[in-house]
């Protein structure tokens, strides 16, 4: 027996970051979450699973028009030819309330309740499916400890969407802890909500898949669904499959060794290539970030509008129509030699160890804290943040900041 789980496929979201400029790929971005779905679909008939388990977030939001909605019955009917069913429920931006058009889908699609949890049990496989949906967007109680039991003698999969115990950068929804799914009995929990795959427990399995498709920088890495093999009732084989049809990378680049802009236009270069190759055949969207104190930093900064153009050409150059440029960040140094710095007999040698000093001693460590106390104290408190920027740490780190800056400044013109 085997089946897809996949989640947040997010349909008809916009692809973000992306600004438009001669020969980038503007055509195969437009509908790439589509695409990313029928790659799904094809994987599930290809692989001819029994069934498809999709744990929340199928739409990015109420729909504007049907479209999105008549595209993902479509798909759902090719499943249905292929006589593989689908159960699914509503995630935090698909939930009940957010959605407000209606579709009838076809027949082989099993939504789970948005008001308590729900099973279906698939006699003919030995498989018990439990899950409930959202009915709101902000759902903040334990949906799962209210699922029920495992039924004996059944694979037993749970589906949920949560963020499970706070994962960082995600709304804190319908939050559980891995103990308490593990604690259940089930076999295998078919999560979704966090976009990065991630396997948190083997034996029973806990995971998320990953969306389908990177919609931003953030996103990065190959995308796609978990592919389940279970053999007599236990699982076989847990495996990530890619459906995705672009990538997003960060590509980094140290310009250390570069002497001219031209050099690091080489250097780009062959890092886009790598990170091409390891898209196996999809397009590529980066960020390119360039940094490291280098020799190339005052041709690049007394030109940027050139080097940025210059480094959008060999991106087109490495293959026409593969590789797009979300953003180029320049952000080199001057080539300094900072460690010898103290040892100069000069005002800079006098402000480096002057600063190395100050940051080396608690005591005017201290004294600094206090006498940007007032200051802090008279900033609203929207720009105060949550760190403390007059703690001992960050007052270190700030003045490691300032003798880079100022030296920086001091010395360039005279690095080359
Ligand atoms: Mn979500």
Not at 12 to 27: I, K
Not at 105 to 123: A, Y
Not at 327 to 352: H, K, Y
Not at 355 to 364: N, V, W
Request: hydrophobic share 40%; with cysteine.
């Amino acid at each position: 027996m085997k089946f897809v789980h996949a989640a947040d496929l997010h349909l008809d979201s916009p692809l973000r970051g992306l600004e438009r400029y001669e020969g980038a790929p503007v055509d195969r971005l437009r509908g790439a979450t589509r695409a990313a779905m029928e790659n799904l679909v094809e994987l599930c008939v290809g692989e001819r699973v029994d069934f498809v388990v999709l744990a929340g977030d199928l739409y990015d939001g109420d729909w504007r028009d049907y479209s999105t909605a008549l595209f993902f019955a479509s798909q759902l009917s090719h499943l249905r030819q292929a006589g593989i069913r689908v159960y699914w429920l509503r995630g935090n931006h698909d939930a009940q309330s957010q959605i407000t058009k209606h579709l009838r889908l076809p027949e082989n699609s099993f939504e789970f309740s948005s008001r308590r949890p729900q099973s279906f049990v698939l006699d003919d496989l030995g498989v018990a499916i439990h899950g409930q949906g959202f009915a709101k967007r902000a759902v903040t109680d334990d949906l799962a400890a209210k699922y029920p039991a495992s039924i004996d003698g059944y694979f037993n999969i749970g589906v949920l969407h949560t963020c499970v115990s706070g994962r960082a950068g995600h709304e804190p929804y319908a939050p559980c802890s891995v103990e308490t799914l593990v604690a259940k009995g089930y076999d295998y929990w078919a999560l979704g909500h966090v976009h990065r795959r991630e396997v948190l427990h083997r034996d029973p399995w806990v995971v998320f898949p990953g969306n389908l498709q990177g919609r931003h920088v953030r996103e990065t890495g190959a995308k796609g669904a978990t592919l389940v093999t279970v053999e007599d009732g236990e699982v076989a084989d847990v495996a990530h499959q890619p459906v995705d049809v672009l990538r997003w990378a960060r590509v980094e680049v140290d310009a250390g060794s570069c002497v001219s802009g031209d050099d690091v236009v080489d250097a780009v270069r062959a890092a886009l290539e790598q990170a091409l190759d390891a898209c196996d055949g999809r397009p590529l969207a980066a960020r390119v970030a360039i940094s490291g104190g280098s020799r190339a930093h005052d041709q690049l900064q007394s030109n940027p509008a050139h080097w940025m153009s210059a480094l959008r050409a060999v991106a087109i150059d490495v293959e026409p129509e593969a590789i797009w440029l979300e953003r180029i960040e320049l952000a080199t140094d001057p080539a300094i030699d900072f460690s010898a710095l103290d040892q100069r007999d000069d005002a800079v040698g006098q402000l480096v160890r002057s600063l190395r000093e100050i940051a080396g001693d608690p005591d005017s460590i201290e004294a600094l804290s206090d006498s940007l106390a007032d200051l802090r104290a008279k900033l609203p408190a929207e720009l105060r943040g949550d760190d403390d920027p007059t703690a001992a740490a960050a007052l270190r780190e700030a003045i490691g900041d300032v003798e880079r800056l100022l030296v920086s400044r001091l010395l360039d013109g005279d690095s080359s």
